[in-house]
Nanobody, 125 residues
Framework: QVQLVESGGGLVQAGGSLRLSCAASGRTFNTHIMGWFRQAPGKEREFVAA????????YYGDSVKGRFTISRDNAKNTVSLQMNSLKPEDTAVYYC??????????????????WGQGTQVTVSS
């Protein structure tokens, strides 16, 4: 089993920044991709960003490209999401996710095997 714990959410004004972190523990040795999704009230869970554990290749959703940066620290089994130029529409619960399967669809939430509990990000206008 794998446990994912997010941290770093909070309230920020539009234009501000936040940094989310996700710590993975348990059987993480065959992790392929770690990613971030978000879900706003009344909306479906949306892909935000993902990173390959082995290559460091990154993927971003169109709505966050150029503003958010995902990074990893394999030694610490952590993945971070630096969020800059935040907008009110970024308000959501942000979830960390882990995928064990190579060649899966990184933007598809169905590809991920484990999820964290989520952390709230609220951007005020």
């Amino acid at each position: 089993q794998v446990q994912l714990v997010e941290s770093g959410g909070g309230l920020v004004q539009a234009g501000g920044s936040l940094r989310l972190s996700c710590a993975a523990s348990g059987r993480t040795f065959n992790t392929h991709i770690m990613g971030w999704f978000r879900q706003a009230p009344g909306k479906e869970r949306e892909f935000v960003a993902a990173i390959s554990r082995s290559t460091g290749i990154t993927y971003y959703g169109d709505s966050v490209k150029g503003r958010f940066t995902i990074s990893r620290d394999n030694a610490k089994n952590t993945v971070s999401l630096q969020m800059n130029s935040l907008k009110p529409e970024d308000t959501a619960v942000y979830y960390c996710a882990l995928d064990r399967t190579p060649l899966s669809l990184v933007r598809d939430r169905g590809s991920y095997d484990y999820w964290g509990q989520g952390t709230q990000v609220t951007v005020s206008s």
